[in-house]
C-alpha cells in the first residue's frame, strides 16, 4: 500500500501500489484532497 498525505486535512489515504502507479502517486507525496480519486481508497485519520 501507498500512504498519502493530504496538504492541508489530516487524513492519511491507503491506495494500493498498482492503482497508485495508473495514477502517478508516489508514496507519502501530499495531495490536493479536491483531487478525482476513485472510491475503494480508504481514508484513515492520522494519530499525532
Known amino acids: 500500500m501507498v500512504r498519502l ?3 492541508e486535512k489530516k487524513f492519511l ?3 494500493p501500489e498498482s ?3 495508473i495514477l502517478g502517486l508516489k508514496k507519502d507525496m501530499e495531495f490536493d ?3 478525482d480519486f476513485s472510491e475503494n481508497i480508504i481514508y484513515k ?3 499525532n
Open 5 to 7: 498525505q493530504p496538504s
Open 13 to 15: 489515504i491507503l491506495i
Open 19 to 21: 492503482k497508485a502507479k
Open 33 to 35: 484532497v479536491d483531487s
Open 45 to 47: 485519520p492520522i494519530k
